[in-house]
T-cell receptor
Framework: EDQVTQSPEALRLQEGESSSLNCSYT??????LFWYRQDPGKGPEFLFT???AGEEKEKERLKATLTKKESFLHITAPKPEDSATYLC???????????FGTGTSLTVIP | ETGVTQTPRHLVMGMTNKKSLKCEQH?????MYWYKQSAKKPLELMFV???????ENNSVPSRFSPECPNSSHLFLHLHTLQPEDSALYLC?????????????FGNGTRLTVT
């Protein structure tokens, strides 16, 4: 069964303290792994798509990487405005389903 | 308007009411989705429409009734809901269902059933 597990559930960082969020997945035939950012009271905002192991994508202080079993979202020198819930989703080779994790709630303290 | 727009943003309804949620996308996409988001749970797919045709109904109770008149508009008609249906309902679109393009979400409707 396709599934996604994100860890940690919550993360508190000091401003400037780099860290990584983990997304472990099992899927039959990965078509894509997607990272989203969700602010309170808003819908998820698309960040990255990764399609194959070894692929990396960067945007400002965020860098996403992908292996055959997991993806990491690295946050370098975070700022308070990076505080949000980060969601990971995978799409397998069958059907139209996107399987989402429960997210990591990130708080960056000034 | 750009992106995916959902109305209303908040809705409080009694268990005997009938209401509708509206979604409009301005991205030129061909697939539209309804998701339910509850606290501490993964996003739960409800319905998928591809080129106006329903392609997924994820065992959703009949008190939720979707309608997709064209590729840009999606509705979710609600009737005789239960308190456990209280959640954030998210609409999303993508270039086409069955491909590997990302979902683009609206800001959701926060539904409270009393």
């Amino acid at each position: 069964e396709d599934q996604v597990t994100q860890s940690p559930e919550a993360l508190r960082l000091q401003e400037g303290e780099s860290s990584s969020l983990n997304c472990s997945y099992t899927v039959s035939g990965l078509r894509g792994l997607f990272w989203y950012r969700q602010d309170p009271g808003k819908g998820p905002e698309f960040l990255f798509t990764l399609y194959s192991a070894g692929e990396e994508k960067e945007k400002e202080r965020l860098k996403a990487t992908l292996t055959k079993k997991e993806s990491f979202l690295h946050i370098t020198a975070p700022k308070p405005e990076d505080s949000a819930t980060y969601l990971c989703a995978v799409q397998g080779s069958t059907g139209n389903q996107f399987y989402f994790g429960t997210g990591t709630s990130l708080t960056v303290i000034p | 308007e750009t992106g995916v727009t959902q109305t209303p943003r908040h809705l409080v309804m009694g268990m005997t009411n009938k209401k509708s949620l509206k979604c409009e996308q301005h991205l030129g996409h061909n697939a539209m989705y309804w998701y339910k988001q509850s606290a501490k749970k993964p996003l739960e797919l409800m319905f998928v429409y591809n080129f106006k045709e329903q392609t997924e109904n994820n065992s959703v109770p009949s008190r939720f009734s979707p309608e997709c008149p064209n590729s840009s508009h999606l509705f979710l008609h609600l009737h005789t809901l239960q308190p456990e249906d209280s959640a954030l309902y998210l609409c999303a679109s993508s270039q086409g269902a069955g491909g590997n393009s990302p979902l683009h979400f609206g800001n959701g409707t926060r539904l409270t059933v009393t």
